[in-house]
Every structure is written in C-alpha cells, then in structure tokens.
C-alpha cells in the first residue's frame, strides 16, 4: 500500500547544479501536485498537473519545471539550483475527478549550499 | 485568490485539556476545506474533510471541525488530547474547477505542544 512514493528523501546540492525530484503514486489518481514547505511558510503549490498531458503553474513556478511522464508520474526539475530552494518538497496526488482529499508523499529535503 | 489565516503559531494545551485550533479563510464562494496533522519528518495526514452538507464533520484520532459560513472559519477541535497530537496542523482550502482539482492553498500552521 504504498500511495505516494517520492525518491530521494534527502539530498544536498551545490549552487547551479541541476537535480530531478521524482514521485509516483499507484492509486491511479488522475491530478498530482508539487509543493514545497518552508519554516513558517506552510506549503505553497509550485506546479501540478490536473490531468495526464497538462500540466499548470502554481504559486511559486520559477526556477522549476515539471514533467507529467505518464499517469502515475510527475517530476520536478531544478535546472539550476539556489540556496533560496532549499526545502522540503513534497508531492501529492487526488482523484481529480471528484472532490476527493489529497494525498501526500512523506517528502524530499534539499540542501542547496 | 483565496487565502487561509491560522492566527496562532504555537498553541500549548495540558494533556487531558480540550483543544480548538482556528482557521479562517477569504475565497469568494464556499471552497472545500480540510485540515491536515504533520508530525516531524513526516508528510501530511488528512484528519478530515468538508465538501458540502453537515456543517459539522467528524475525522479521524477523535477530532472534529465546524464549518461556519458566516465567520469564514472552520476551526478544529478535539474534546481531550492525547501526548501522541503534539504536531504541526494545517488548515487548507481547495477548488474544483471541473477540469480536474486544483492545487490547495494552505495556511502557515499551529505548532501544537502538549504539557504532562
């Protein structure tokens, strides 16, 4: 019963390097979601992709891009990385179709130094 | 845009003591509203969900919120807590655009502690 599967958990990056967060789910859920949580903060939504082959900004897009590969998964893409996108990231995922409650991996901790 | 205000950062309650954690929201109709229990290092849990009906709903681990049209609020309680609720709660309001969900918007928080 694994839900929302987000890889890596933790990683450190140095400034201008690129990195690809990924996450799958296997609930067959048509919407997924990328937010990012910092201190004080709560989380703000960066992209999500309401239906496979779309995908919307959110919130806070810049510096990150995403790709829907298919239904069960969606990455997000630091091309260039700064230390003001060091923190947790997570990704959820719903149903989409109804108005159902979105679930959520257990999160990936970036370090940009 | 919507917006979702937790007034209090931190709240510290005695184990055994009832709990209230406010939320207050700003959205031009009535969005679907949730709130969510993070504990340290972990992702996020639902704890319980409005869409419509009841204005009261039940969650799970023994809380409950009560949605209130006219305040914008939907405030979450729980009649005695536990030591195992020291966590961070979230409240959080969501849109259906009929295209599929769109992402939620959260408020900052409510750090809760739990004195012995």
């Known amino acids: 019963n694994a839900g929302v599967t987000q890889t890596p958990k933790f990683q450190v990056l140095k400034t201008g390097q690129s990195m690809t967060l990924q996450c799958a789910q296997d609930m067959n859920h048509n919407s997924m979601y990328w937010y990012r949580q910092d201190p004080g903060m709560g989380l703000r939504l960066i992209y999500y992709?309401?239906?496979?082959?779309?995908?919307d900004k959110g919130e806070v897009p810049n510096g990150y891009n995403v790709s829907r590969l298919n239904k069960r998964e969606f990455s997000l893409r630091l091309e260039s990385a700064a230390p003001s996108q060091t923190s947790v990231y997570f990704c959820?995922?719903?149903?989409?179709?109804?108005?159902?409650?979105?679930?959520f991996g257990d999160g990936t901790r970036l370090s940009i130094l | 845009a919507q917006s979702v205000t937790q007034p209090d950062i931190h709240i510290t309650v005695s184990e055994g003591a009832s709990l209230e954690l406010r939320c207050n929201y700003s959205?031009?109709?009535?969005?679907?509203l949730f709130w969510y229990v993070q504990s340290p290092g972990q992702g996020l849990q639902l704890l319980l969900k409005?869409?419509?009906?009841?204005?009261l709903v039940q969650g799970i681990k023994g809380f409950e919120a009560e949605f209130k049209r006219s305040q914008s609020s939907f405030n979450l309680r729980k009649p005695s807590v536990h030591w195992s609720d020291a966590a961070e709660y979230f409240c959080a309001v969501g849109l259906y655009s009929g295209g599929g969900a769109d992402g939620l918007t959260f408020g900052k928080g409510t750090h809760l502690i739990i004195q012995p």
């Open positions: 959205y031009g109709a009535t969005p679907y």
């Open positions: 992709s309401a239906s496979e082959g779309t995908t």
């Open positions: 959820a995922s719903t149903s989409g179709t109804s108005n159902q409650p979105q679930h």
């Open positions: 409005y869409f419509s009906g009841d204005t």
